[in-house]
């Protein structure tokens, strides 16, 4: 399984595994479907909405590794 980092697109995410969703989700990024939230690094998505681009990288690794 890949591993997920900071430079990671948000759509190559979802696509590798649509069940990472909840995770955006939770961080207030509703707007998943947008062609410009798809194209944003996991690191810029978390600065617009002030979430620990870090933990939000342990927690999504954590999660494709099960």
């Given at each position: 399984?890949?591993?997920?980092t900071?430079?990671?697109?948000?759509?190559?995410?979802?696509?590798?595994?649509?069940?990472?969703?909840?995770?955006?989700?939770?961080?207030?990024?509703?707007?998943?479907?947008?062609?410009?939230?798809?194209?944003e690094?996991?690191?810029?998505?978390?600065?617009?909405?002030?979430?620990?681009?870090?933990?939000?990288?342990?927690k999504?690794?954590?999660?494709?590794?099960?």
């Amino acid at each position: 399984m890949a591993s997920i980092t900071k430079d990671t697109i948000i759509g190559e995410i979802l696509d590798l595994d649509e069940t990472t969703a909840p995770f955006f989700l939770e961080m207030g990024m509703h707007c998943l479907g947008c062609p410009s939230a798809r194209g944003e690094t996991l690191e810029q998505a978390c600065a617009v909405h002030g979430v620990d681009a870090d933990e939000l990288v342990s927690k999504i690794n954590a999660h494709l590794s099960k």
